[in-house]
């Protein structure tokens, strides 16, 4: 089964650092992208980058440039969504996900992670 | 960015009737557009893409159409599980950008 599964909810306090990660299965992780998508309390569904595992090519939405870090590391078939220090605007619902077709960075995503809840709060 | 647009924000129906959701684009996509269905709790769940294309497995009751900048999703005969908020998500220019929603209740 094609599936991709995410670490569990954290609570951090302003400031502090976080790290939470996508791990793919069932398909070869290099050879798709992987998508990170915010989705904050009661609201919509924001793309925030996209990274290819196999080169680690990756590109950001421009108002996230700068303030996440998208990383993966192919040998274990997971992705990463890093802060270097947290706000309380970061709280949100954060979704991996993963196009259609293998190469494609455009693709609609087809396969979605559970979903990792971050709260920031003092 | 490309703007989406969709249109109501929300709607209640009764099972059985015909509901449509409108998605308009700021800019022509031809038709690099899909469809999420977001139930709560849940992540989304692609319904349609490439504007009329049925995913694998999505009830044959729900159908997309149109291209450029107006797109519409369908739901032929709605039923008490399609109760859920739907998004439209463009592919065409990057960054990828989705509709605000349109939250469905069942009445």
């Known amino acids: 089964e094609v599936q991709l599964v995410q670490s569990g909810a954290e609570v951090k306090k302003p400031g502090e650092s976080l790290k939470i990660s996508c791990k793919g299965s069932?398909?070869?992780?290099?050879?798709?992208?992987i998508a990170w998508v915010r989705q904050m309390p009661g609201k919509g569904l924001e793309w925030m980058g996209i990274i290819y595992p196999g080169d680690s090519d990756t590109r950001y939405r421009p108002s996230f440039q700068g303030q996440v870090t998208i990383s993966a590391d192919k040998s274990i078939s997971t992705a990463y969504l890093q802060w270097s220090s947290l706000k309380a605007s970061d709280t949100a619902m954060y979704y991996c996900?993963?196009?259609?077709?293998?190469?494609?960075?455009?693709?609609?995503?087809?396969?979605w992670g559970q979903g990792t809840m971050v709260t920031v709060s003092s | 960015d490309i703007q989406m647009t969709q249109s109501p924000s929300s709607l209640s129906a009764s099972v059985g009737d015909r509901v449509t959701i409108t998605c308009r684009a700021s800019?022509?996509?031809?038709?690099?557009l899909s469809w999420y269905q977001q139930k709560p709790g849940k992540a989304p769940k692609l319904l349609i893409y490439?504007?009329?294309s049925l995913q694998s497995g999505v009830p044959l009751r729900f159908s997309g159409s149109g291209s450029g900048t107006d797109f519409t999703l369908t739901i032929s005969s709605l039923q008490p599980e399609d109760s859920a908020i739907y998004y439209c998500q463009q592919s065409h220019s990057p960054p990828i950008t989705f509709g605000q929603g349109t939250r469905l209740e069942i009445k």
């Open positions: 490439a504007a009329s």
């Open positions: 996900a993963r196009p259609m077709s293998i190469g494609s960075s455009t693709d609609p995503f087809d396969i």
């Open positions: 800019q022509s996509l031809t038709t690099y």
């Open positions: 069932g398909y070869s992780f290099s050879s798709y992208w």
